[in-house]
């Protein structure tokens, strides 16, 4: 009988997992903001049954599919830590990347939402695990920020703004879920230091060099807050004011500007960055229905139908260049 060892992994097998491992080490965070997209995409059909009549089945299977790639995500996102804290901590420090952390506390913070009508009490947790983590990661960046010594303004790009300004997501849910006080407090936040934010953006993109093509999808970015910022002050008033409209038709006009650059963002090469486009189109989809309430004119009903079919477009567009990029291993690279 031969008693001999087992016969070691192939060589193939033993470059398989090795490869699966170093490409583990460069799951990138910024990776979810796909989560953010698609529970974008759910909120906007969500609204849209409130608001046009759309079958409630589209919203209930988008938010099951962006449920599911949340805990798939960050599985992996917490086995990279695990297993490689030192990639971890390159990201932290890095100029850029560091404003992708959020991402993972804003998902929390749209997928409580999702369940909000649904599931109060799942909600509710997941609210305010989203609403501690996020201000836990505005404290940490904001820090970084006061006491830098490698940050330049050739870092600055609008995924800045997801760290703070990030906070106005926060009312959304919140003024049903806890004090009202507690949700001015984070709007309050987000409101001040997105003009604070938005001032530096635009300086550094008026007058130095423009953003490298990996970033370029993020000028989207800049929709978001007044979206959301529409959003959050409506729950949190209840009515449409001067200042509402102030917040909406900057959405607006932004959205505008980046419309007559479209050829341009269309002659971008595919990166994660790519869905940056995503979710502050979301934003706007869901003020424009939010608005369509609010005010007896076709415009607004119509601008939402078209803009909900943009969007879906364009997140079915990003699945499916995500999905090719995976199977041609380009995503989980060194940048």
Request: with cysteine; hydrophobic share 55%.
């Given at each position: ?30 990776i979810f903001s796909t989560v953010m997209g698609m529970a974008g ?295």
């Amino acid at each position: 009988m031969n008693t001999a060892n087992p016969i070691p992994p192939t060589p193939v097998i033993a470059s398989r997992r090795e490869t699966t491992c170093h490409r583990l080490e460069h799951f990138p965070i910024a990776i979810f903001s796909t989560v953010m997209g698609m529970a974008g995409l759910t909120l906007a059909w969500q609204k849209a049954h409130m608001v046009l009549g759309a079958p409630s089945m589209i919203g209930a299977a988008l938010r099951g599919a962006v449920s599911t790639l949340f805990v798939i995500l960050l599985a992996c996102y917490s086995i990279k830590i695990l297993r490689y804290p030192q990639a971890v901590g390159v990201e932290m420090r890095h100029p850029i990347r560091i404003n992708f952390f959020p991402t993972v506390s804003i998902s929390l913070l749209l997928l409580a939402i999702t369940y909000l009508e649904s599931a109060p009490v799942a909600a509710f947790w997941l609210w305010s695990a989203g609403a501690l983590l996020h201000l836990g990661f505005t404290l940490a960046i904001f820090g970084s920020w006061l006491h830098h010594t490698h940050y330049d303004i050739k870092h600055t790009n609008p995924a800045w703004f997801i760290p703070v300004v990030g906070n106005i997501i926060i009312p959304v849910a919140g003024v049903r879920l806890a004090s009202p006080e507690l949700s001015w407090f984070f709007f309050s936040i987000g409101l001040v230091f997105w003009i604070v934010l938005l001032t530096i953006v635009l300086y550094r993109l008026f007058f130095h060099e423009p953003l490298p093509v990996r970033l370029a999808p993020t000028l989207f970015i800049l929709l978001a807050p007044p979206s959301v910022g529409f959003i959050a002050y409506i729950n949190l008033t209840g009515e449409l004011d001067a200042f509402a409209r102030i917040l909406y038709y900057s959405a607006l006009f932004l959205a505008l500007v980046l419309g007559s650059n479209a050829v341009r963002f269309l002659r971008l090469p595919f990166f994660i960055s790519a869905w940056a486009y995503s979710f502050p189109l979301a934003a706007l989809t869901l003020a424009t229905l939010i608005m369509s309430t609010y005010l007896s004119i076709p415009l607004f009903n119509l601008l939402g139908i078209g803009l909900l079919a943009l969007l879906s477009l364009v997140v079915s567009i990003l699945v499916f260049r995500t999905m090719i990029a995976i199977q041609r291993r380009e995503i989980c690279v060194p940048e």
